[in-house]
């Protein structure tokens, strides 16, 4: 380390590259803030309506057995598509350490789960032609991607950004038949707390737990009209994509002042 040769401007530049800095991370930091308040809303919206049943026209609805009339509970089979509904991703015999790619479809590991979205930063990849032929893998706009080893819970909502990404072998998905369900209703009731607690509680495995398709088929899951998950949507959607901007202005801003950095300290760039 005492070799190492660190620039070292004077200090009323090093004054200048810091106040240019520290600009950089405080609109960071202002997003963060707004995505949280945003999330922090749709979750609100979503326990005044579905755990605590204060939803449009609760004042005149009849409750049976604990359900407002017309509610009722299912199984998450009932409201996934036929065949694939919650499909594995593929297994090891089928996708190879040696078959990744620097370019390609990205593939999706427990890793890459992070707040309910994809983190691309070092996504592994796959040739399209290979992700082609194990088709039946590959995520379609509204499916819900699960990490299924390790911290069970991590979840993540495939909008246009990820359509036809990859679900990879730590990872399951569960595609929503939307004539019958929201998916954006689905997502949001996986991550409810009694619903997340019972998905947990699948888990097999003491020292990794592991999530298999087979236990997410006693998952039951609140099924309210299809009328009530519409309107949760017309107002929770904005909120998401607000979200979803937000976040994509947050990794401009951070590769910005990343590459800022080295030239501001070199030189390279007058301050």
């Not at 790619?101 to 040739?127: F, L, Q």
């Not at 994509?248 to 030239?263: G, I, M, S, V």
Request: charged content about 25%; aromatic content about 8%; hydrophobic content about 40%.
């Amino acid at each position: 380390m005492k070799t190492v040769n660190i620039p070292q401007p004077d200090l009323p530049t090093q004054e200048r590259i810091a106040a240019i800095l520290s600009a950089y991370d405080d609109l960071i930091e202002n997003n963060r803030r707004r995505i949280a308040l945003l999330e922090q809303a749709a979750r609100l919206l979503y326990r005044e309506w579905f755990v605590h049943f204060r939803f449009p026209g609760h004042e005149t609805a009849k409750f049976l057995d604990g359900l407002p009339e017309g509610w009722e509970l299912k199984l998450l089979p009932e409201v996934c598509v036929e065949g694939d509904g919650i499909q594995t991703g593929p297994f090891g015999s089928q996708l190879h350490q040696a078959d990744y790619t620097e370019e390609g479809v990205p593939v999706i590991m427990p890793k890459n789960i992070k707040g309910n979205t994809i983190d691309c930063d070092g996504i592994a990849r796959i040739p399209e032609a290979l992700a082609d032929k194990l088709g039946r893998h590959r995520m379609i706009v509204g499916d819900t991607v699960y990490g299924r080893r390790g911290e069970i819970g991590r979840r993540a909502f495939i909008d246009e950004k990820q359509a036809g990404f990859f679900c990879g072998t730590g990872c399951l998905r569960i595609r929503p038949n939307t004539s019958v369900i929201d998916a954006r209703y689905l997502f949001e009731t996986l991550g409810a707390p009694d619903t997340a607690g019972f998905i947990v509680n699948q888990a097999l495995g003491s020292t990794m737990p592991n999530l298999s398709a087979g236990a997410l088929k006693q998952v039951p899951i609140l099924y309210p009209p299809l009328d009530i998950q519409a309107a949760f949507k017309a107002i929770a959607t904005p909120k998401f994509e607000a979200v979803d901007v937000l976040e994509t202005q947050n990794t401009k801003l951070t590769a910005a002042r990343d590459l800022l950095l080295p030239r501001l300290m070199d030189g390279r760039l007058p301050v």
